[in-house]
């Protein structure tokens, strides 16, 4: 699950995580830049986190990220897309995605909140749009 976001300087990927499932609904800490797996653990129990086992990693990460980023940059007028892309043989394949996505298990996964000063004036922008829309209609 990636969430990107479309800012001043066009869309990028926010967060990511990789939702392995089984039994204990295995959720990974993923590295933005590289794809590896920093960490596993149950959905349900975030304290349960465990180091991921070395060279642990999605595959065709950049390509992924780059579907994610060009999905966004299609759908600009959604500020914030929360997208479930699955890799395949054939390339990452787009599942779904959510423009109001649930940022719960981001949040949980990177063990950090995501009102960080970086998201703050995202949210300022979107509300300047916002406004800029209703003046002008």
């Known amino acids: 699950r990636l969430l990107t976001v479309n800012g001043e300087h066009g869309p990028l990927v926010l967060r990511a995580l990789w939702r392995l499932g089984g039994r204990d609904d295995i959720v990974a800490c993923l590295d933005l830049e590289s794809g590896a797996v920093l960490a596993i653990f149950p959905a349900g129990a975030p304290h349960r986190a465990q180091t991921a086992p070395s060279g642990f990693a999605v595959p065709d990460w950049a390509r992924l990220k780059a579907t994610a980023v060009e999905g966004a940059r299609l759908m600009r007028q959604f500020g914030l897309i929360g997208w479930d892309i699955a890799p395949t043989t054939e390339g990452p394949v787009i599942l779904g995605l959510d423009p109001t996505p649930d940022l719960e298990l981001h ?14 004036d995202f949210i300022a922008d979107r509300r300047r749009l916002a406004a800029e829309h209703r003046r002008f209609g």
């Open 107 to 120: 949040q949980l996964a990177d063990r950090r909140g995501l009102m960080d000063p970086w998201f703050h």
